[in-house]
């Protein structure tokens, strides 16, 4: 039997993960062969880190324990929906998780060239997709919440002036990450995602956005 949106939901928030955008595929998506529905999957919050880091995954010395994780929930949750897990890490070829997003109507490129999310803000992240044999019924796109934003306080949070839309400067972001300062960033996360009033809603705790940063700048 095929599941409903509303199921699917309910089946990753069960895992502490959430829907955060799904599109019907076409030809040009690239996405498996005959996919009907495209799911992505992200942090359900408030809540995700302190699950996640309970785990055993995080407690067995072995690296990468996030993707461990996700690659072990999100592939039992497919299991269960008779779908095909995809993951926006791995081995390449990649799989083009932005594009994605940008098609699922919940995500777009910010005023500072991160993709911004309807519900997650610039702390936006996906932990794995389902491709679903069916075409499900899906709900209607949300605005962009940039538009109704007036200050974008994006723009200029970043200590080093790093990101705009058409240029990211990843050189003076990771040289500035390098200074006492920048131990900020660090810590507590990037600075621009955290300016994002909806960033601010999402209930992000400051230790996951530490556990990413330490791979970003190791």
């Not at 995809?86 to 940008?102: D, K, S």
């Not at 003076?172 to 995602?193: E, M, S």
Request: hydrophobic share 40%.
């Amino acid at each position: 039997m095929t599941s409903s949106y509303r199921d699917i939901v309910d089946s990753a928030r069960a895992s502490h993960l959430d829907v955060l955008g799904a599109f019907h595929p076409v030809a040009t998506d690239q996405t498996p062969g005959g996919a009907g529905t495209l799911i992505l999957l992200g942090p359900h919050e408030p809540g995700f880190w302190t699950h996640v880091k309970a785990d055993p995954d995080f407690h067995d010395g072995a690296a990468n324990p996030l993707d461990r994780w996700s690659m072990r929930v999100v592939g039992a949750l497919a299991a269960k929906l008779g779908a095909v897990a995809l993951f926006p890490f791995g081995e390449p070829p990649y799989q083009p998780f932005v594009g994605w997003a940008l098609r699922s109507g919940r995500a777009w490129q910010s005023p500072a060239g991160l993709l911004v999310h309807d519900q997650a803000g610039l702390m936006v992240s996906y932990r794995g997709a389902l491709a679903l044999p069916d075409r499900i019924d899906l709900p209607a796109a949300l605005p962009c919440p940039c538009d109704a934003c007036e200050t974008k306080p994006c723009l200029s949070a970043c200590p080093v002036n790093a990101l705009r839309k058409d240029h990211y400067d990843l050189a003076a972001c990771h040289g500035y990450l390098d200074t006492i300062p920048g131990r900020d960033c660090l810590n507590l996360g990037c600075a621009a995602r955290r300016s994002c009033p909806v960033s601010q809603s999402y209930g992000r705790l400051a230790d996951q956005s530490a556990f990413h940063m330490k791979a970003f700048h190791p």
